[in-house]
């Protein structure tokens, strides 16, 4: 069976003066109402303990719109200004929820420059796309088709830092059933992107190391230049250019890795990694930035549901590195330096492969049996998991040395 599923196709496009002033106007708008209504539902906890939801700010929205000093917000589409307050609304209900920080206010050089119409905001006729306030469609430069006979229900305008304008069009999309029986364990590094259960090594692009040079001169450039100037401005500019060949390239090498892993198996296993605590080694902390691992498992967990593949996430604290793949007996300590270490059952180990079986084992072990992850008290002193208890007939397939 296939799948429809919702998917956002983004495309460049190149505005007039008047839609780049008409977009530029929209984006403060929607800056300053967020912000506004932020300001309003903190100070009503902290004054009444009270909570202000979507439907108290948008009559807020309307009061604000009459005021003198604020006229200016009846100039642009109402639309952007309500989906503002919508993502507001999303952002203290996941905070309520406990999945992330308190929301925080919107920085005009700092924060995304983004916009997002619906479809009462924008027309779709003939593959050609016009926003709301605008009389001319905007120049999409269509890179690649959208699927056939779709319609956008949702469009997002964004600017990056590098003055790049895109457009993100939310469709529905048809995935093609495919057939996968493989399963994988996928171990991340810094030497290596990816290690995988079957021995394969994919290399890590260094991205960020191959423009470090370049980087390095432009930001010496932009330190030099006066603050406020124009060419302070140009300077900038070229920086984030840098910065944005960089991180476009990287999504791209990520976004094809993912989807061939997906196509090709029906399980994968991956890490628990803590990223935000490993970044804090600041020997390392450029280096795990560049490979983006959370950017990777996010791309995973999307696409397998496309798919309909099973991503299965084994606990951080397993020690795949250190447990033998072949006896399941637990080494010692195993610096970060040790890429291949001898098991005392006589067995030579690569350090990554072999953290990637343990992962795939693990993993199925879950998956089959509920098991825990992590080392047993009971088990841990014999220097054997119970992830290695399970019945043999779990781990079936698993490539051992």
């Not at 699927?147 to 993100?168: E, K, L, N």
């Not at 072949?326 to 291949?340: D, F, I, K, Y």
Request: hydrophobic content about 40%; overall charge positive.
């Amino acid at each position: 069976m296939s799948r429809t599923v919702k998917r956002a196709f983004k495309f460049r496009f190149y505005p007039t003066d008047v839609q780049a002033a008409e977009l530029s106007r929209t984006f403060g708008c929607v800056r300053l109402v967020y912000n506004m209504a932020l300001q309003a539902r903190t100070e009503a906890w902290t004054l009444r303990q009270a909570r202000i939801d979507y439907n108290a700010t948008s009559a807020l929205l309307t009061a604000w719109k009459k005021i003198d000093d604020l006229e200016f917000l009846n100039e642009v589409s109402s639309v952007p200004l309500q989906q503002a307050l919508r993502h507001l609304q999303t952002a203290f209900t996941n905070f309520w929820a406990k999945r992330t920080n308190h929301p925080t206010f919107k920085s005009k050089r700092r924060s995304r420059r983004s916009a997002e119409y619906t479809t009462s905001a924008f027309r779709w006729r003939d593959e050609k796309l016009t926003l709301a306030k605008m009389s001319q469609p905007l120049d999409i430069v269509w890179s690649r088709p959208l699927p056939a006979g779709c319609s956008p229900s949702t469009v997002t305008v964004s600017q990056d830092a590098a003055g790049r304008w895109f457009v993100s069009l939310l469709c529905e999309d048809v995935i093609a059933e495919t057939s996968a029986t493989r399963r994988v364990g996928i171990d991340a590094g810094l030497n290596s992107l990816l290690t995988l259960s079957t021995g394969e090594k994919v290399t890590n692009p260094r991205y960020e190391r191959a423009d470090r040079e370049r980087l390095a001169r432009a930001q010496r450039n932009l330190a030099r230049k006066q603050k406020g100037s124009a060419n302070r401005a140009k300077a900038r500019i070229k920086v984030a250019r840098i910065y944005g060949r960089m991180a476009d390239r990287r999504r791209d090498h990520l976004h094809k890795l993912t989807t061939r892993l997906v196509r090709e198996n029906q399980t994968i296993v991956i890490e628990d990694l803590t990223v935000c605590n490993m970044v804090k080694n600041h020997r390392l902390a450029r280096a795990i930035s560049d490979a983006a691992w959370r950017q990777l498992r996010t791309m995973l967990e999307y696409k397998a549901a496309w798919y309909g593949r099973d991503l299965v996430v084994v606990d951080r604290w397993f020690p795949s590195s250190k447990l033998c793949s072949a006896c399941g007996a637990l080494a010692g300590s195993m610096p970060l330096n040790v890429r291949e270490w001898t098991c005392r059952c006589g067995t030579i180990h690569d350090r990554d492969v072999n953290a990637a079986r343990n992962i795939l084992a693990a993993g199925l072990a879950v998956t089959a049996c509920g098991d825990s992850v992590r080392p047993q008290r009971g088990s841990s002193r014999s220097g054997q998991l119970s992830a290695k208890q399970e019945d043999p007939r779990v781990t079936t397939g698993v490539p051992v040395r």
